[in-house]
């Protein structure tokens, strides 16, 4: 009998699309190697629904041989990669399940690398050219049904040359200049593996120019004076007008012009102001937002985002739109979000309005609307979900609430012809601040209410300070200021910013470029200045839109790639010797400082440093001076580590940071010490090991729960 093959991206919203479309039993079946997938009947039709694990198909080179440049490629399965072999399974479900299908319908993410995604499984395994297009933004039942019924009849032909385009020259971009950085270092003398990017490339440069301005920086002192009165047992603080001097004597002067004389009140201002709400979360805010309350790396955030997603919580994270159009249906969403206790009464509060409008931000996304709450009910949550999905809820609320009223008010403290400024802030209505507490800055600094004529003693303080440099990216600034250049895409920047720190470019919280990542920077700056280019990587980023709006063919975009890469690198190969030479001291350098932890604890002679074991190959932490002193800590065997070059509170040994799949942990190398970083780590270790995914194709039964209940009921199998 055959069926309609339907194509999702990922296991989970495979069940979840085939629960939606059920009208009745949904049968779960596996193929040998245990993939699922799903056949259900609609409308007297027998339907299947089949997953993907996302990318299937991924760029080779079709000759053999290291070289460069290099442009003849091919598409190949990525389980002939050893790291991709778990796609085999999924790889075949759909080749068995192709041959008796009479149609397919594609349901990845609608995005270009959904389409990339569905037209490569279409193309070579189930050798068709096109089939009919769901559309959807959320994994809710009803969206679900809607997108299968009206169906476009074949996929968004711009949408997908634009996503193949930007494969082929992200390819063409990351394998030619890699292969060049590290053939440089072969010249020299010896071989290591360096990369850069399209993207990589422009992101080192301005992270290359911060650094080399922070470390030009030289600081310039200046003074600052404050007047300061005790009031209703409240210390004030009140600037002088004159916010920096930058003469030390002039300082001088003032205070001691200003010393037992009183402070006169000589001004008061006060002001009303409205507060609007916050705009709806695209991706970038959302990471920033996350990243500020919760200290989530933005690659956290968006693999927290998509679980949540792929639960049917919440809209597609990965957008750019700040728009909440009215055929979501606000109301009805609101109403689905106060059958959850935890946000029942705020959520009442605005079904109480006539009219529930959004405060809208000013990007847009063609594909997607803003990240909002499903209204589904959230159950078995993470503590992470739990957290990033109420600061979604608490936005979503907030942007339809009413503008916050606050009032400030300024007093002039004169002392003869000296004037001091306080300034004080209250919230006179909370409007969207109640909405969206606690994440909110809005503090309050209450003064004493003055009047004109009011004198008091105070003391007028002299402070030295100095200019400081510009300051550091973090990961999330970082993918921000990306973002604001226009490089990368909201899917991509926060995989650049972990590539930067996998590469061992950059280091630290706040973003440090190492002597490597420099001397990359500087050498590609100096002999493949394009290699860095924001404007030719705008340019790209510009013609893939046009491509997407079939404005342009994607061949001469490629085309025009091919020659601007030629003639960069063939520049770049001229000088391949000494480009070399300085790369190769640079990453030697930096592979030796990346294995140095710390001061030895017990001998104090020797010098802690990671060191692979070459019987077992996995790595530790060992003295220098083995084999007279043997002190050793074992290592995660999975991530980056990175010294933190400072010692634990708690027993004084060296701490360390582990990068994993975005997470950040900062622990002491002593497993054994229990300092506070250690407690959170194996607290979150405990968290997840509790919450561990369900699989897919089973339904979760338990009842519905508080957000931030911790407990847990037993799971039980439900037949779908």
């Known amino acids: 009998m055959s ?6 991206e990922k296991p989970k919203a495979a069940f979840r699309i085939a629960q939606s479309l059920a009208e009745g039993r949904v049968e779960t079946q596996k193929n040998d190697a245990g993939a699922s997938y799903y056949e259900l009947s609609r ?3 027998k339907l299947v629904v089949v997953p993907a694990v ?37 790889f075949d479900n759909i080749a068995m399940l192709a041959k008796n299908a009479s149609d397919f319908i ?3 993410d609608y995005d270009t690398e959904g389409d990339v995604i569905a037209k490569n499984i279409l193309e070579y395994i189930c050798n068709v050219h096109d089939a009919k297009r769901m559309k959807f933004s959320t994994l809710v039942k009803s969206e679900l049904e809607e997108s299968y019924d009206k169906a476009s009849e074949s996929m968004d032909a711009g949408q997908v040359n634009a996503g193949l385009a930007r494969h082929v020259l992200d390819w063409y971009y990351g394998i030619n200049t890699s292969r060049a950085l590290s053939l440089a270092m072969k010249a020299a003398g010896r071989f290591f593996v360096l990369s850069t990017g399209r993207v990589q490339g422009p992101s080192l440069h301005l992270l290359a120019e911060r650094e080399k301005e922070i470390r030009a920086f030289v600081p310039v002192p200046f003074w600052e004076i404050e007047l300061r009165l005790k009031v209703e047992a409240m210390d004030i603080v009140a600037q002088h007008e004159t916010e920096r001097f930058w003469e030390k004597k002039e300082a001088e002067k003032i205070v001691g012009d200003c010393q037992k004389e009183k402070a006169i009140v000589t001004d008061i201002e006060k002001k009303k102001y409205k507060q609007k709400p916050p705009v709806p979360f695209d991706l970038t805010t959302l990471q920033s937002e996350a990243y500020r309350w919760f200290g989530y790396t933005p690659v956290q955030t968006q693999n927290l985002s998509q679980s949540l997603y792929e639960s049917g919580l919440i809209s597609y994270p990965r957008t750019s739109s700040q728009k909440l159009p009215e055929q979501l249906g606000h109301r009805k969403i609101i109403e689905q979000i106060a059958k959850i206790r935890t946000y029942s009464k705020l959520a009442e509060d605005l079904l109480n309005k006539t009219e529930l409008k959004p405060n809208e931000g000013e990007k847009s996304d063609p594909a997607h609307p803003s990240i909002y709450p499903t209204g589904e009910m959230p159950q078995r949550l993470t503590a992470q979900q739990e957290k990033l999905y109420d600061l979604i809820v608490k936005r979503f609320l907030a942007v339809f609430a009413e503008e916050a009223t606050r009032e400030s008010v300024k007093y002039t403290f004169s002392i003869g012809n000296n004037n001091f400024n306080a300034t004080g802030k209250t919230t006179l209505e909370e409007g969207w601040l109640r909405f969206y507490s606690p994440y909110i800055s809005a503090e309050d600094l209450s003064l004493p209410d003055f009047k004109k004529g009011d004198s008091f003693d105070g003391d007028v303080i002299m402070l030295s300070k100095e200019t400081q440099p510009p300051k550091r990216f973090n990961e999330a600034s970082l993918v921000k200021e990306l973002e604001s250049r226009s490089l990368g895409t909201k899917a991509t920047r926060a995989t650049i910013v972990r590539t930067l720190f996998s590469r061992g470019y950059v280091l630290g919280k706040s973003i440090e470029v190492s002597d490597l990542g420099l001397t990359v920077a500087n050498t590609l700056e100096k002999y493949s200045p394009e290699i860095l280019s924001e404007e030719l990587t705008r340019s790209f980023e510009a013609k893939m839109e046009k491509i997407e709006t079939g404005e342009i063919n994607k061949e001469n975009v490629i085309k025009e790639a091919e020659l601007i890469l030629e003639k960069t690198l063939t520049n770049f190969k001229n000088n391949e010797k000494v480009v070399g030479e300085n790369l190769l001291e640079a990453f030697i350098t930096m592979r030796r400082a990346a294995k140095l932890i710390g001061k030895c604890p017990n001998c104090e002679k020797g010098e802690l440093k990671i060191i692979r074991s070459m019987k077992s190959g996995k790595r530790f932490i060992g003295c220098s001076s083995y084999p007279d002193c043997k002190t050793g800590f074992p290592l995660p065997q999975t991530g980056t580590i990175e010294p933190l070059k400072q010692n634990c509170a708690r027993c004084g040994k060296p701490m360390i940071v582990v990068r994993r799949e975005g997470r950040v942990f900062r622990n002491c190398i002593d497993m054994n010490c229990k300092s506070p970083a ?39 199998k439900k037949e779908v």
Do not use: C, M
């Open 43 to 45: 409308n007297g039709k």
């Open 3 to 8: 069926y309609t093959l339907i194509i999702s």
């Open 54 to 90: 996302g990318h299937l198909f991924g760029l080779k080179q079709a000759s053999k041989g290291w070289r460069y440049p290099v442009f003849d490629i091919v598409w190949k399965p990525i389980y002939e990669n050893k790291k991709s072999a778990y796609t085999k399974k999924y």
């Open 678 to 716: 250690k407690l959170a780590a194996e607290a979150a270790k405990a968290e997840a090991a509790k919450t561990a995914d369900v699989k897919a194709g089973e339904q979760l039964t338990t009842a519905p729960v508080k957000v931030e209940k911790k407990t847990r009921k037993p799971r039980k």
């Open 106 to 108: 594609v349901a990845t």
